[in-house]
């Protein structure tokens, strides 16, 4: 029964040929696992009439691969697999034959059959022992092999090669692989070689429904009579079945009757011409290639070990060159063997599991040829082979490789559709079945009905669907299992759903897209892609409805972010060129940073408050005393700073995604705590217009001065205080002022380490969250100067409770013995000699108290107060107090005597500043060392002078030079101002 003549196919191998081939020495083992050997003991006793069933001594437990089937109409007749395996032996036998290697065995060789099969049910996996050598050699010792490894017993075996060498009785020039196989053996062999009827009759009735089903149910070269050969062949079926119920004698003729009719009509039917081959060469007993690719099918299923499924057979090469003698017979081509193999080994793959029979697998589709690689006449016979399939209540056209690749293509796409749930463990498996897809869709893709389609899909989409498939399952999984399981932990369902995706996209990307980006480079990109848009879509709730930072959000917020950096950060570093760009602009991004800072821009202004109740709070409570001797300043400040502090704590203890903006917010926050709590300070000081006397009226010299009345007059002019002044300036004393100080430079020197504090943590915060939103140098600017305002506050307050505490303590505390007392009634009767125990009780207080770096500060202030007090004396001293021209080298002492104390022979002051501070009132103070004329001439000149922007030559301004003038016991002074300035006399 060969096929075309024309169709390349590889010659079948005579005998000789087929000795030459050599042994494989062990079983091509792929990957099985290490079974028991089974010994004879464990095996029953074979009897020579007994088919020997794999299933019987198999060890293996094997999987169910029902529901991956071939796409081929089923069988009319209800031909079994049993059926076809048996046919398929006899169709080998035939094949065989025409190399002329069919010889019948002697009844002899029975027990040593049974002895080579006991042998090779029990033989040892290590053993190298080459079953062929313990008998026969080349094609009758393969044959024999093939006998076992198909299940044939010796009887069967005989039984059919002694009909078909009696076939071949006759038929000189004939092959026999041109015979119609079905047909002879009906004729050659009678119902008397069969142990009973009924094993004659199922015998029968086999090779009757192969001839129904090859020359009558799937024909591609119709019947031109229409159809009446076909009914009257089905009508001769009938009756040689029919024969079998008669009795003997009268079944006997009518089947003899009726296998000539068949003969007369089958015979014709078989060889009648197709595809241009010429008769009498090919028998066509099965063009519609269904029946032909299910016998070789069962052919190919023979090269697996009857000991381990997961293995082939030590002969599997031997075995596939003699299969190629049947290729006549069967219509099979170079790509219908690799198709038919291919299913062959990735059926069995199913069965067994083992992986290197699926590798093998992926091998043979990789030796299917594509269109243009197959011969004219190779693609003109696959294209007549086609079926209808019903599939989804209709009907489908399918061709050859359809038929076979289909069912391994929908087992491909099933897995890798969710090869997360498929391929849990990220095995191999994985790997060989997108190789498997990609190899079947390639193949497929040129067939007619895919091949017409308008756009079909690139390998490249087709990777994305898997990936889009497979991330959607798993993810549907996870929210299911974090629904299940939220009840039974604290953890927000969405912060747990964000933490069990991270774990999915981590698999998904060390497992599974390494394999997937070779053929689809940013399939990375893309399951990052889609595992955002899914979650992103369970996060929107609850970020729409989000207010307040609650512990909900505290732990929902930075699970979320964490997952879209993490994806973010697959995308980048995974496309290649500018793909990442593509993706992230796609990406409807989830704005936690925005979010979560709102809600910590409400939760930070709320705790500024809180902070500002309590500067507030403290203030009220503070009593100005040192905290201990070490520690000299306010208590109140060190509760400024324990809120504080306690604040930012809390800000760094969220764990929410930030912006600097939200920092700023808390340094801004703070910043003006500190600036409110200086303000209160400053606000608790007398006003200086209170300290200072009002200066008295300015009157000229005169020798009838009453100074009584004038005294009166003056007192009257001046301002009277408020009552509650005094009190207010007393409780300002001297200490309490300086404990203020103290206090306000505790404030700023703390500053700068609660700033660095804050940079660092929030430095490591940025760094633990892998956050790269920002650049160093941006943050850093952010976050510079950023208590400027309290700073320069402080320092300025400072500044002023140094100038408040000297101009206290020498217009308050020593009004009488120096802005009163000093030069009256004359200078040499009250030298400023008198006040150097007084300020240096001052000074001794005050260096006991204040801190020392602002101890040079506050002597500052008292010196800078002592001098303002003496130009007030000789500058305002009212009538009371009158200089001379000799007064000047007094009063030039007496500054001295001041500036040293304040140098103090070097534990004081720098000289140099001291030096400074002196020069303003030396200037001053010799002026009163010059004539009056000079004085005169001096104020004169300095009128016109002062209105071009400049000074005269004494470098005094007007206003000094006539309170000079009043002051200088001299009537041509007196006169001067009088005229000039009308300035009144010192009477009442």
């Given at each position: 029964m060969p096929i075309l003549s024309n169709l390349a196919v590889s010659e079948p191998l005579d005998s000789e040929q087929l000795e030459e081939l050599p042994s494989l020495s062990k079983s091509q083992s792929l990957n099985s696992s290490h079974l028991k050997e089974l010994t004879v003991d464990d095996i029953d006793d074979f009897d020579d009439d007994v088919e020997v069933e794999s299933h019987r001594y198999s060890r293996r437990v094997l999987n169910d691969a029902s529901d991956v089937v071939l796409e081929l109409p089923s069988f009319a007749t209800g031909i079994a697999d049993d059926d076809l395996r048996e046919t398929a032996y006899e169709i080998l036998l035939a094949a065989a034959g025409a190399s002329g290697g069919l010889i019948v065995p002697s009844k002899e060789k029975k027990k040593d059959t049974k002895s080579r099969l006991m042998k090779k049910l029990g033989r040892s996996k290590s053993d190298n022992v080459v079953l062929q050598s313990q008998s026969s050699h080349g094609l009758v010792g393969l044959l024999e092999t093939m006998r076992v490894q198909m299940e044939i017993s010796v009887e069967t075996d005989i039984r059919t090669r002694q009909a078909l060498l009696s076939a071949m009785v006759g038929k000189v020039g004939k092959r026999m692989d041109t015979?119609?196989?079905?047909?002879?053996?009906?004729?050659?062999?009678?119902?008397?070689?069969?142990?009973?009827?009924?094993?004659?009759?199922k015998w029968q009735k086999r090779q009757l429904n192969m001839l129904e089903e090859g020359l009558v149910n799937h024909p591609v070269v119709g019947f031109g009579e229409s159809g009446r050969k076909a009914s009257d062949l089905r009508v001769l079926l009938a009756?040689?079945?029919?024969?079998?119920?008669?009795?003997?004698?009268?079944?006997?003729?009518?089947?003899?009757?009726?296998?000539?009719?068949?003969?007369?009509?089958?015979?014709?039917?078989?060889?009648?011409?197709?595809?241009?081959?010429?008769?009498?060469?090919?028998?066509?007993?099965?063009?519609?290639?269904?029946?032909?690719?299910?016998?070789?099918?069962?052919?190919?299923?023979?090269?697996?070990?009857?000991?381990?499924?997961?293995?082939?057979?030590?002969?599997?090469?031997?075995?596939?060159?003699?299969?190629?003698?049947?290729?006549?017979?069967?219509?099979?081509?170079?790509?219908?063997?690799?198709t038919c193999y291919a299913w062959v080994l990735f059926r069995q793959f199913l069965i067994t599991g083992e992986l290197g029979i699926l590798r093998h697998a992926i091998e043979q589709l990789k030796k299917i040829p594509l269109k243009d690689q197959r011969g004219p006449q190779e693609r003109l016979h696959l294209r007549s082979l086609s079926c209808k399939v019903e599939s989804e209540k209709r009907f489908q056209e399918l061709t050859f490789l359809q038929s076979f690749l289909l069912p391994i293509q929908k087992w491909a796409d099933t897995r890798l559709a969710d090869y997360h749930l498929h391929f849990a463990e990220g095995s191999k498996l994985f790997e060989d079945a997108v190789a498997?897809?990609?190899?079947?869709?390639?193949?497929?893709?040129?067939?007619?009905?895919?091949?017409?389609?308008?756009?079909?899909l690139t390998d490249v989409e087709q990777i994305e669907l898997y990936v889009t498939s497979s991330i959607k399952n798993a993810f549907t999984r996870v929210v299911q299992d974090v629904e299940t399981f939220s009840d039974t932990t604290n953890e927000h369902p969405l912060a747990l759903l964000a933490e069990q995706t991270e774990k999915l996209l981590k698999k998904d990307t060390t497992v599974y897209t390494p394999i997937l980006i070779q053929r689809h480079r940013n399939a990375n990109a893309v399951s990052a892609s889609l595992v955002h848009k899914l979650y992103g879509i369970k996060l929107k709730p609850f970020i729409d409805s989000a207010e307040h930072l609650t512990e909900d959000a505290v732990s929902v917020l930075p699970a979320a972010d964490s997952l879209e950096q993490n994806l973010m950060v697959i995308i980048k570093s995974t496309c290649e060129g500018g793909n990442a760009d593509t993706y992230l602009k796609k990406l409807n991004v989830y704005k936690i940073e925005t979010i979560s800072g709102t809600l910590v821009l409400r939760w930070v202004n709320s705790q500024l408050a809180r902070i500002l109740n309590w500067v507030e709070r403290a203030f009220q409570q503070e009593h100005w005393t040192p905290v201990s001797t070490q520690q000299r300043h306010g208590s109140s400040i060190v509760e400024v700073y324990r809120i504080v502090e306690e604040t930012v704590d809390q800000f760094f203890a969220l764990k929410v995604p930030m912006r600097s903006g939200e920092l700023s917010c808390l340094f801004r926050g703070i910043d003006n705590a500190f600036q409110v709590y200086t303000k209160n300070v400053l606000d608790s000081l007398a006003d200086m217009e209170d300290i200072i006397p009002t200066v008295p009226a300015l009157t000229r010299y005169s020798k009838e001065t009453g100074i009584k009345a004038f005294v009166k007059k003056e007192l009257a002019d001046q301002r009277v205080p408020d009552v509650k002044q005094?009190?207010?300036?007393?409780?300002?004393?001297?200490?309490?002022?300086?404990?203020?100080?103290?206090?306000?430079?505790?404030?700023?020197?703390?500053?700068s380490k609660l700033e660095d504090s804050i940079w660092e943590r929030w430095t490591?915060?940025?760094?633990?969250?892998g956050q790269k939103r920002h650049t160093e140098s941006e943050l850093r600017n952010s976050t510079k100067d950023t208590f400027d305002g309290s700073r320069k506050d402080i320092n300025a307050a400072i500044d002023q409770i140094c100038e408040f505490t000297g101009t206290k303590t020498i217009f308050w505390d020593l009004r009488e013995p120096f802005i009163d007392g000093l030069y009256k009634p004359s200078v040499t009767q009250s030298r400023l000699e008198t006040l150097i125990e007084p300020l240096d009780m001052v000074l001794n207080q005050l260096?006991?108290?204040?801190?020392?770096?602002?101890?040079?500060?506050?002597?500052?202030?008292?010196?800078?107060?002592?001098?303002?007090?003496?130009?007030?004396?000789?500058?305002?001293?009212?009538?009371?107090r009158?200089?001379?021209?000799?007064?000047?080298?007094?009063?030039?002492?007496?500054?001295?005597?001041?500036?040293?104390?304040?140098?103090?022979?070097?534990d004081g002051l720098p000289r140099g500043v001291v030096e400074n501070q002196v020069a303003r009132v030396r200037?001053?103070?010799?002026?009163?060392?010059?004539?009056?004329?000079?004085?005169?001439?001096?104020?004169?000149?300095?009128?016109?002078?002062?209105?071009?922007?400049?000074?005269?030559?004494?470098?005094?301004d007007t206003k000094t030079l006539i309170r000079i003038l009043c002051h200088r016991k001299d009537s041509e002074a007196s006169q001067f101002l009088k005229k000039q300035h009308k300035i009144p006399k010192s009477t009442a």
């Open positions: 015979l119609l196989i079905p047909l002879e053996l009906l004729c050659c062999m009678s119902r008397m070689e069969l142990s009973d009827k009924k094993s004659y009759i009756k040689i079945e029919e024969s079998e119920s008669l009795p003997s004698a009268t079944g006997e003729l009518q089947r003899i009757e009726c296998l000539k009719s068949l003969r007369n009509i089958s015979i014709p039917l078989a060889e009648r011409p197709a595809r241009g081959d010429l008769t009498g060469e090919i028998c066509h007993w099965a063009d519609g290639y269904h029946l032909n690719v299910k016998l070789y099918e069962k052919l190919l299923v023979s090269v697996f070990d009857v000991l381990d499924e997961g293995k082939l057979a030590e002969e599997v090469e031997e075995m596939l060159e003699l299969f190629k003698s049947t290729w006549r017979i069967l219509g099979i081509t170079e790509t219908i063997h690799y498997v897809s990609m190899i079947v869709r390639r193949l497929l893709l040129e067939e007619p009905e895919l091949a017409a389609q308008s756009t079909p005094p009190r207010e300036i007393n409780i300002l004393t001297t200490s309490t002022l300086c404990v203020q100080l103290n206090t306000l430079f505790y404030a700023i020197s703390q500053l490591r915060k940025r760094q633990h969250d260096c006991d108290i204040i801190i020392e770096p602002l101890r040079d500060r506050v002597v500052t202030g008292l010196l800078q107060a002592s001098l303002d007090g003496l130009l007030r004396v000789i500058l305002d001293g009212g009538p009371q009158i200089f001379t021209l000799v007064d000047a080298k007094l009063l030039e002492e007496d500054l001295e005597v001041l500036k040293e104390f304040f140098i103090s022979g070097g200037q001053v103070i010799k002026l009163h060392g010059y004539e009056t004329r000079e004085l005169i001439e001096e104020l004169r000149s300095t009128g016109e002078i002062e209105l071009r922007g400049g000074r005269g030559k004494l470098g005094a």
